[in-house]
């Protein structure tokens, strides 16, 4: 029995690494992250600009192992204005990855906010999610927040904010 275990495993993480051969990060071992943010902010104004704050995440990776974020935010702050933006909020969150282990996501956010203004901008918020990823074990999400805000005027424009969820 123990022999088809490992072959099926075996069989498991190749395929799997067959489908995540374009990964940034590559690990083989454990991840763990433990951030502090007391002050973080981010501002622009104009044309095709992109924000992204990624706190203890793991981005367009494929690991081997577990994954552990331990990740504290006093306040992080996004603002943008013009046209065709895109700001991204990622706080110990997984995104974009591969994993074979075991996810575990513990995120405390007192403050964070994301504003923008003008035409067919996109805000997008991940507290301790996993999102557009493929888990091979089990996930574990523990997510304290007090106040995050979204907000957007304009035209055409798209928000969403996922905190503790598998998307």
């Known amino acids: 029995m123990m022999k088809k275990t490992t072959l099926s495993a075996a069989f498991a993480a190749l395929f799997a690494i067959a489908g995540y051969t374009h990964a940034d990060s590559t690990v083989i071992g454990a991840v763990e992250t433990d951030a502090r943010i007391y002050n973080a902010n981010q501002s622009q104004s104009g044309l095709l600009n992109k924000q992204d704050a990624s706190f203890g995440s793991v981005n367009d ?21 013009g046209l065709l933006n895109r700001q991204e909020l990622n706080a110990g969150s997984v995104r974009d990855s591969a994993v074979i282990g075991k996810v575990d996501t513990k995120v405390r956010v007192i403050n964070a906010s994301q504003r923008q203004s003008g035409l067919l901008n996109s805000q ?37 904010m996922s905190a503790g969820s598998v998307d």
């Open 61 to 81: 990776s494929f690991v081997v192992g577990a994954v552990k974020t331990d990740v504290d935010i006093y306040r992080a702050n996004q603002r943008q204005s």
């Open 124 to 160: 997008k918020a991940n507290l301790g999610s996993v999102e557009n990823s493929a888990v091979i074990g089990a996930v574990e999400t523990n997510v304290y927040a007090r106040n995050v805000n979204q907000h957007q005027s304009g035209l055409l424009n798209r928000q969403k």
